[in-house]
């Protein structure tokens, strides 16, 4: 289907058809943008007369920023954005990019759509022409004379998400000096903790059936080959920490954290979500599979309850099982797994909130790309039980987590374990402001911390896992190497479990700036704070306001 999609696309014919224009219209005022003016932009940096007004209206860097955006190719695969602009966050995504387009009706022998549908046509054109991807070259194929741009409502997106970038620097500012004045006075010498453990482990494949999944899961158990001494107050039990990878991974992209935490005396469980993984994300892009369903936010939380009962019963019969202690069970999960850890760990899902929220998204012009799929609950039956938690989950660990509308306010405060928060501050997909920074400010609990990763991305922590990407993202989304942030992630990850799960009260020092400047890799760097700044406050609707 996808294929087809992309072929008709291509071979539509349009001789004379092909935007060679941006117009801008903001009430009675109407004003054309050559595409010619717009290369130059981009080749050359040369701000014409016609996009003056930009470079009046606009803050320091963002002409650069414009540049770069124009500069920047996605090579995506045809069928696989296809497939994507197919599913319900692909039609959010062009009903509100559409709502920017006034449709120019005006062109002879034209056709009468939406605007939704001729940006589809025109992003699957350009994904199968010769120059790319582009946004010069997606107004290039739009299949009218010019693109007429609605300023209005291009100025309300652009208000709605502008706390969203252009403060980014103010807020990972003011972050950065409350880390600084947390800081503790200590004259101890730490740990490298960066560093591989002195444990030998070896890896366990196993396998267990959740309940209502039709086939059984996968899971790999790294598993100290011996108890270390000392791992709790009485040395008697191996601590356990289960992971769970995000959308469209595996078990393997976590395997690095288990690994480090395993050379330290845990015993790590990285579990596989059957209908969220690698192979089958990858086979939905291909046309081969259908896309997730919105049940998958049940029975991920699901799957960790059915494998620490897996556990449990096998520890009764094998002896390399019976020293973990499965009643206090620490837990790690990025992006989707993100969400998993917290629900798993006793945040609620908040379905009052999303039946407010979901329906006024359109209006909302939010380009959080998260929301469509924590909408996605709604396409639960509204008899649906959303209750998650298992009590075993004793401290989590949530990177690049989703829970700005799934979980809200009254859905994060119920927690009462300790939490870590991971937040990269270059994450287009789940970003910092709405889904963690924001989020962090809900937690009740005492005994929870913000590790904000200066130009960290929502790719920054995911391991490679060998496989070939079917999308193959841009430079600007992935970020610096990922080589360059884990190793941090291992070490405050093991920090934060020796203080909350093996109740070591000396790793508390660990988990302050003093300790968290030695992990810069440039040009990735750390700031951990226990609260927001005073200076620093976020209201219900996400908007910085910077006290000075």
Known sequence: MGAALASLAILMPRPSLGAEAINVTLKSISFDIPLADLERLANQGEVSTNLGFVKAASQPGQIESLRALLQTRFDLNPTALSQFLALPEGDVLLARLGSLIVDDESVPGTISRSSAELLQETILTASVHPDGLSLINVVRQYPRERLILDASQALALISENSDFYIRRPETIRAIQEQANRDRLPTTRSFDDLTQTGPQRWRRKPLTFHSPNRPSFSFADLYLPEAPSPGLTENGEKTPLILLSHGLGSNRITLGYLAQHWASYGYAALVIEHNETNTDRFNRFLSGMAAPPSARELLLRPQDVTAALDNLTQRAKTDPTLANLDLESVGIAGQSLGGYTALASGGAKINRPLLNRYCPEELSRFTLNISIPLQCRVL????????????????????????????????????????????????????????????PFQWLKTPEKYLLLVNNGTHFSFIGDDGSSEVVALPESILGPDGKLAQPGLQAMGLAFFNRHLRGKETYGDYLNQNYVDSLTRSPVNYSLVESLPNSLTLNEENQISINN
């Open 379 to 438: 396409d639960l039956p509204a008899e649906t039980s959303l209750e998650t938690r298992d009590e075993r989950i004793t401290a989590i660990l949530a990177i690049n987590p989703l829970t700005s509308q799934i979980f809200g306010r009254a859905g994060l405060e119920p927690l009462d374990i300790p939490v870590m928060l991971v937040s990269g501050t270059h994450d287009y997909v789940a970003p910092a402001l709405p889904e963690q920074l924001q």
